[in-house]
């Protein structure tokens, strides 16, 4: 089992910034890829980014592309997103994901193995 806890979330203005991070714990961190979904309210949940198990890769949303980074410490055991230019839209609650396979990230629906509880982002504009 892996366990993931998002945090950083919060209320900010629309062109402002927020680093959300997960911390993982309960097996080998570097045997996963990572990445984050959101789900605003009364959509589906959709995928942001995601980074490779050694953190060379990276592939965004076309929605997030050029605002978001993804990135990972395996000697943390953490990754990160550092959203920047934030827009109303982008309001939604995150989810950090773990997976064995990078591809799996990208299926519709995603098949991912572990998903923490979620973190809010609100941006008001």
């Known amino acids: 089992q892996v366990q993931l806890v998002e945090s950083g979330g919060g209320l900010v203005q629309a062109g402002g910034s927020l680093r959300l991070s997960c911390a993982a714990s309960?097996?080998?961190?570097?045997?996963?890829?990572m990445g984050w979904f959101r789900q605003a309210p009364g959509k589906e949940r959709e995928f942001v980014a995601v980074?490779?198990?050694?953190?060379?890769?990276?592939y965004y949303a076309d929605s997030v592309k050029g605002r978001f980074t993804i990135s990972r410490d395996n000697a943390k055991n953490t990754v990160i997103l550092q959203m920047n230019s934030l827009k109303p839209e982008d309001t939604a609650v995150y989810y950090c994901?773990?997976?064995?396979?990078?591809?799996?990230?990208?299926?519709?629906?995603?098949?991912?193995?572990?998903w923490g509880k979620g973190t809010l982002v609100t941006v008001s504009s």
């Open positions: 994901a773990a997976d064995v396979y990078y591809s799996d990230f990208l299926r519709r629906p995603p098949g991912i193995n572990y």
């Open positions: 309960g097996r080998t961190f570097s045997n996963y890829a």
């Open positions: 980074i490779n198990k050694s953190g060379s890769s990276t």
